[in-house]
């Protein structure tokens, strides 16, 4: 997948999450951290690409770390919860369209080093593009819908 459809895809995602938790931050700041975690896995691009950081483990660890520092700078604890959630359900989401691919992702590193998915399409095909593009759609119209019927 390309990086614009993982920033889009996490955006869309933090978007959701945000609307389903609230939280006082604006409806830009949570979506952008799910943006955030869209592209995050990607720093490992010149190291171990899809390993290093394509892994629930270091997903987990790097988000409890993005949680201490919001925490430390200030944040009340649910502001803190919901911008790493999003964060989170942005990396998590990246994992997810990537194990659509054929290469796969090596989802259970270290302890397990093979690529594990789906593997539907090519990473940058257009059907694969295409789908991630209108996930991330619905995951905006979920949000706008929970979002309308929220007190």
Not at 27 to 48: C, E, N
Request: charged residues 15%.
């Amino acid at each position: 997948m390309r990086r614009l459809t993982h920033a889009s895809t996490g955006f869309s995602i933090g978007f959701l999450v945000a609307r389903l938790w609230g939280g006082n931050l604006s409806l830009i700041a949570y979506p952008t951290l799910g943006l955030l975690g869209g592209v995050f896995p990607d720093f490992d691009l010149k190291s171990g690409h899809r390993v290093f950081l394509h892994n629930l483990l270091s997903s987990v660890v790097v988000t409890m770390g993005l949680y201490t520092v919001l925490a430390w700078s200030g944040l009340a604890t649910v502001e803190s919860a919901v911008g790493s959630a999003c964060f989170l359900a942005g990396w998590l989401s990246h994992l997810l369209l990537d194990s659509l691919t054929v290469r796969g992702v090596a989802l259970l590193y270290p302890f397990d080093r093979r690529m594990r998915g789906l593997r539907l399409v090519k990473s940058g095909d257009w059907r694969g593009e295409a789908l991630a593009w209108l996930i991330g759609l619905g995951l905006i119209y979920l949000g706008v819908v929970v979002g309308s019927h929220s007190p």
